[in-house]
């Protein structure tokens, strides 16, 4: 290239350069200067980190779900005092559909009044088909008191007879101790006289022991007791017992369950026909009747009792339930409460306080979506924290006799889009209102009301754009450095006329 065609080139140049040795630094401009990279950094440093955070585009719009789409709760709540025997969960909404007592898709767990767990974990599939009870009719019903009165009546002409004893057992606190180590079993009905089950039951029960009590020597070790405690006489050995519902017929075996052995209750529950024949049958298959050849200290062989007549033992005074319901997305409710078709239950000694491990709607949240729903409400000062799981870790106590715990739940569905992901998420959330009441018109329960919105949250996360981040970076450059150097011009030029001020060059 020629020296014409190189000084041309030259003329396009923007940033012609003066010689250093025609300029000079000032302690102004020094200052100046290092503002400048001082501001430089900072405003870099910030549009970095905003460029690294992402916002969030967000608008309301009606509810996208289609017509008969279903909502899934998902709960584990522990009941320290409510027995895993009788805890239903049903589920209605609005629609009028009720369900009740589910197992299909809830399981439960004995537990301690500490939580801890007791035994195995108990899911019924297909209780809810499980065959009732049966009862004795009005005929087998009469013939059970005509041959308890003709008993008595033989009592009261021979009142010394051993053989004329009374047909049940009354027991007490200490009784019921000092029977459990001497019977091989003991079968002891709880129940409550102002209880129609219960009344029901006494005859055939009575009648029942009758036909044992003849097929067990009194003086022999191993023999078959029935009894029967009063619980409003004996409220404390009841309760001890964890007796919720009336009447409850209890199996105890030597001090040692006959199901299950380590845990702390040493019984099983009877849940067969209330017919003399079946109670009877019952006793006669966990031990054999005595026989005239078999000596008074022969240990007999406890059997185990039937499967189809009995429910594991009860380890604990307390529930844990677990699961997952399916609603229509419509009002509803989800109630935890106790529930029987044969027993009867004491409010005022019924206590639904409970512990919420978890309550959420829809499906669990992965890690890195609970994190994209954490950055979504980075910036809201919610001491509960998480939306999506409201009633997490919240204990919930009956301070008095028969109250019933309510949460009402109001539910929206929040899509959330990802940056640079394909399809988007949904999560459920939820407001709630917690309140505890006293009713005298139901057994206390612990209610959960939904109320799903009709709008739905739709989320965009969107980041900065690359070439708008480097423009920005640019600007604040340039910006910057244009500032400063009119800054540092107007500095200089002040500094230079009060200079030849001093020097008397002004008129």
Same mark, same amino acid.
């Not at 009028?96 to 767990?117: C, E, H, M, S, Y």
């Not at 899509?415 to 394909?422: C, D, L």
């Given at each position: 290239?020629?020296?014409?065609?190189?000084?041309?080139? $030259?003329?396009?140049?923007?940033?012609?350069?003066?010689?250093?040795?025609? *300029?000079?630094?000032?302690?102004?401009?020094?200052?100046?200067?290092?503002?400048?990279?001082?501001?430089?950094?900072?405003?870099?440093? #910030?549009?970095?980190?905003?460029?690294?955070?992402?916002?969030?585009?967000?608008?309301?719009?009606?509810?996208?779900?289609?017509?008969?789409?279903?909502?899934?709760?998902?709960?584990?709540?522990?009941?320290?005092?409510?027995?895993?025997?009788?805890?239903?969960?049903?589920?209605?909404?609005?629609?009028?559909?009720?369900?009740?007592?589910?197992?299909?898709?809830?399981?439960?767990?004995?537990?301690?009044?500490?939580?801890?767990?007791?035994?195995?974990?108990?899911?019924?599939?297909?209780?809810?088909?499980?065959?009732?009870?049966?009862?004795?009719?009005?005929?087998?019903?009469?013939?059970?008191?005509?041959?308890?009165?003709?008993?008595?009546?033989?009592?009261?002409?021979?009142?010394?007879?051993?053989?004329?004893?009374?047909?049940?057992? =009354?027991?007490?606190?200490?009784?019921?101790?000092?029977?459990?180590?001497?019977?091989?079993?003991?079968?002891?009905?709880?129940?409550?006289?102002?209880?129609?089950?219960?009344?029901?039951?006494?005859?055939?029960? $009575?009648?029942?022991?009758?036909?044992?009590?003849?097929?067990?020597?009194?003086?022999?070790?191993?023999?078959?007791?029935?009894?029967?405690?009063?619980?409003?006489?004996?409220?404390?050995?009841?309760?001890?017992?964890?007796?919720?519902?009336?009447?409850?017929?209890?199996?105890?075996?030597?001090?040692?369950?006959?199901?299950?052995?380590?845990?702390?209750?040493?019984?099983?529950?009877?849940?067969?026909?209330?017919?003399?024949?079946?109670? *009877?049958?019952?006793?006669?298959?966990?031990?054999?009747?005595? $026989?005239?050849?078999?000596?008074?200290?022969?240990?007999?062989?406890?059997?185990?009792?039937?499967?189809?007549?009995?429910?594991?033992?009860?380890?604990?005074?307390?529930?844990?339930?677990? !699961?997952?319901?399916?609603?229509?997305?419509?009002? !509803?409710?989800?109630?935890?409460?106790?529930? #029987?078709?044969?027993?009867?239950?004491?409010?005022?000694?019924?206590?639904?306080?409970?512990?919420?491990?978890?309550?959420?709607?829809?499906?669990?949240?992965?890690?890195?979506?609970?994190?994209?729903?954490?950055?979504?409400?980075?910036?809201?000062?919610?001491?509960?924290?998480?939306?999506?799981?409201?009633?997490?870790?919240?204990?919930?106590?009956?301070?008095?006799?028969?109250? *019933?715990?309510?949460?009402?739940?109001? *539910?929206?569905?929040?899509?959330?889009?990802?940056?640079?992901?394909?399809?988007?998420?949904?999560?459920? =959330?939820?407001?709630?209102? #917690?309140? #505890?009441?006293?009713?005298? $018109? =139901?057994?206390?329960?612990?209610?959960?009301?939904?109320?799903?919105?009709?709008?739905?949250?739709?989320?965009?996360?969107?980041?900065?754009?690359?070439?708008?981040?480097?423009?920005?970076?640019?600007?604040?450059?340039?910006?910057?450095?244009?500032?400063?150097?009119?800054?540092?011009?107007?500095?200089?030029?002040?500094?230079?006329?009060?200079?030849?001020?001093?020097?008397?060059?002004?008129?």
């Amino acid at each position: 290239m020629g020296l014409m065609s190189k000084a041309k080139f $030259k003329n396009v140049d923007f940033y012609r350069k003066i010689p250093k040795d025609m *300029t000079e630094g000032t302690i102004p401009g020094s200052v100046i200067s290092m503002l400048a990279a001082l501001v430089i950094g900072l405003l870099l440093v #910030s549009e970095v980190g905003s460029y690294l955070t992402p916002k969030f585009d967000t608008r309301v719009v009606i509810d996208r779900s289609a017509d008969g789409e279903m909502m899934r709760i998902n709960f584990n709540v522990s009941f320290p005092a409510l027995s895993c025997e009788f805890a239903s969960v049903d589920v209605g909404d609005a629609m009028g559909l009720n369900r009740f007592n589910l197992t299909k898709t809830v399981f439960k767990r004995a537990i301690d009044a500490k939580l801890n767990p007791l035994g195995p974990i108990q899911w019924e599939r297909g209780h809810e088909n499980r065959k009732e009870p049966e009862h004795a009719d009005d005929a087998a019903t009469a013939v059970a008191i005509k041959a308890v009165e003709e008993h008595a009546e033989r009592k009261a002409a021979m009142p010394n007879s051993d053989k004329h004893a009374e047909a049940v057992f =009354e027991l007490d606190a200490k009784s019921f101790e000092d029977e459990k180590k001497k019977a091989a079993v003991l079968l002891v009905n709880f129940y409550a006289p102002w209880c129609p089950w219960s009344r029901r039951l006494d005859p055939v029960w $009575k009648a029942s022991a009758l036909q044992i009590h003849a097929k067990y020597p009194k003086d022999h070790a191993n023999r078959v007791v029935v009894a029967e405690v009063d619980c409003t006489k004996h409220e404390r050995l009841c309760r001890d017992q964890h007796i919720q519902g009336y009447p409850s017929v209890r199996v105890y075996t030597k001090s040692h369950d006959a199901l299950h052995r380590g845990y702390d209750h040493d019984h099983t529950s009877y849940h067969g026909d209330r017919t003399v024949e079946a109670i *009877t049958t019952f006793a006669e298959e966990l031990l054999p009747a005595w $026989k005239a050849t078999d000596h008074k200290d022969t240990e007999l062989a406890i059997r185990q009792p039937v499967e189809t007549q009995t429910v594991k033992k009860i380890d604990g005074p307390g529930c844990s339930v677990t !699961g997952f319901v399916l609603v229509k997305k419509v009002p !509803g409710h989800l109630w935890v409460t106790a529930t #029987s078709k044969s027993h009867s239950f004491h409010a005022e000694s019924m206590n639904m306080s409970h512990v919420v491990h978890h309550f959420y709607f829809g499906q669990q949240l992965t890690p890195q979506r609970k994190r994209y729903l954490d950055r979504f409400h980075s910036r809201e000062k919610d001491p509960k924290g998480d939306w999506h799981d409201k009633l997490a870790g919240g204990t919930f106590t009956s301070e008095e006799d028969n109250v *019933t715990h309510e949460h009402y739940l109001q *539910t929206v569905l929040t899509t959330i889009k990802p940056s640079g992901s394909p399809a988007p998420f949904n999560v459920y =959330e939820y407001t709630q209102h #917690s309140h #505890s009441l006293r009713s005298e $018109k =139901e057994l206390p329960r612990a209610k959960f009301h939904f109320d799903p919105s009709p709008v739905q949250i739709s989320v965009s996360e969107e980041r900065q754009k690359f070439y708008h981040f480097i423009t920005t970076l640019m600007a604040i450059v340039g910006g910057v450095y244009s500032v400063m150097g009119i800054a540092d011009g107007f500095v200089h030029n002040s500094i230079q006329a009060w200079k030849k001020k001093e020097l008397g060059k002004f008129g």
